[in-house]
């Protein structure tokens, strides 16, 4: 896990960095208003901090992220997927492990609790 896709930073509400995280986590962060557009971010080795609306190539993401077209999701092999909300209540598969799974609703959305069988269990706090 040493590529260069797992060298972001941002600085927290206490402007402490957190990191380093994968592009998948950032998006994640974002999605889930743990971070937003104004959030001071940096790739290891960048000169300075800049801000994730603006910082590539996060700022590809913005408009979809603020639509909330955006979803994501941690495999249980604990692969970060960024996914199309367009896909929500359909089958994927994990890049990673090859595991299918469902595709959960958007944050904030109504949780439709599927039957347990297939519904991914839930690993994030
Ligand atoms: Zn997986």
Redesign the pocket.
């Known amino acids: 896990m040493a590529d260069n896709r797992h060298r972001w930073y941002y600085l927290g509400h206490d402007r402490k960095p957190v990191g380093p995280l994968s592009l998948e986590d950032m998006l994640d962060a974002w999605i889930h208003g743990r971070i937003d557009a104004k959030t001071s971010c940096a790739l290891h080795g960048a000169d300075g901090w800049t801000n994730v609306g603006k910082t590539p190539p996060l700022d590809r993401f913005a408009q979809r992220i603020a639509d909330g077209k955006l979803i994501s999701y941690r ?3 604990g ?1 970060r997927i960024i996914m199309a909300a367009s896909h929500c209540g359909s089958l994927a598969r ?1 890049k ?2 090859s ?1 299918v799974f469902l595709v959960p609703d958007p944050p904030g959305r109504d949780e439709a609790p599927a039957s347990p069988s297939t519904w991914p269990r839930q690993t994030e706090a």
């Open positions: 495999c249980k092999c692969n994990c990673n492990c595991t």
